[in-house]
Nanobody, 125 residues
Framework: QVQLVESGGGLVQAGGSLRLSCAAS????????MGWFRQAGGKEREFVAT????????VYADSVKGRFTISRDNANNKVYLQMNNLKPEDTAVYYC??????????????????WGQGTGVTVSS
């Protein structure tokens, strides 16, 4: 089992930045692909970004490409989502997720095995 805890959410003005963190505990973190998803009120959970176990490959949703960066620190069992130039439409609860498909750039929620509780991000216009 892997336990995931997100932090770093909050309220920010449009154009601002936030960095989300996800701390992992449990089984070997370095073998797991990690991802970020988000869910706005009344909408389905959507993919944001993913990173393979060694950090060499990443994939982003088109809506965040060029603004968000996913990274990981395997020595400290953490994954990050740096969010720049935030827009009101980025407002959502952001979830950290882990997949046992460690070598793959996993984008489907159904292919993730572990989930955090989420952290809220609100972007005001």
């Amino acid at each position: 089992q892997v336990q995931l805890v997100e932090s770093g959410g909050g309220l920010v003005q449009a154009g601002g930045s936030l960095r989300l963190s996800c701390a992992a505990s449990g089984r070997t973190f370095r073998n797991i692909a990690m991802g970020w998803f988000r869910q706005a009120g009344g909408k389905e959970r959507e993919f944001v970004a993913t990173i393979v176990w060694d950090g060499t490959h990443t994939v982003y949703a088109d809506s965040v490409k060029g603004r968000f960066t996913i990274s990981r620190d395997n020595a400290n069992n953490k994954v990050y989502l740096q969010m720049n130039n935030l827009k009101p439409e980025d407002t959502a609860v952001y979830y950290c997720a882990g997949s046992l498909r460690g070598s793959y750039t996993v984008t489907r929620a159904s292919n993730f095995d572990y989930w955090g509780q989420g952290t809220g991000v609100t972007v005001s216009s």
